[in-house]
């Protein structure tokens, strides 16, 4: 069975960065994709961005585009996601995420099938 972590949250100042890591057991032959969302208090999950293990093609909420990068590590079945320039409105628990099966509706939460617990960002003005 997979299980995800995620680490690397924190309490940062406006502008500053943070990277966060979802390390999975029994990742390698069974997903499809990663994706990281995230929900701030009061509002409901959104996505963040994703990226598809086999040929590492990655998809990015307009919120994140540029600021954000999702990476992943196939020798350490860990995805990483580089937070940069980051905003008040970037606090979140941020989740990731996997989907077993080929989808073409990464953005979805209802696609995913196994979630990590969560981790928290803060970001100070």
């Known amino acids: 069975q997979v299980h995800l972590v995620e680490s690397g949250g924190g309490l940062v100042q406006a502008g500053g960065s943070l990277r966060l890591s979802c390390a999975a057991s029994?990742?390698?032959?069974?997903?499809?994709?990663t994706g990281w969302f995230r929900q701030a208090p009061g509002k409901e999950r959104e996505f963040v961005a994703a990226i598809v293990w086999s040929g590492g093609g990655t998809e990015y909420a307009d919120s994140v585009k540029g600021r954000f990068t999702i990476s992943r590590d196939n020798t350490k079945n860990t995805v990483y996601l580089q937070m940069n320039s980051l905003k008040p409105e970037d606090t979140a628990v941020y989740y990731c995420a996997d989907t077993y099966y080929s989808s073409a509706y990464l953005s979805t939460a209802s696609e995913y099938d196994i979630w990590g617990q969560g981790t928290q960002v803060t970001v100070s003005s």
């Open positions: 029994g990742r390698a032959f069974s997903s499809h994709a």
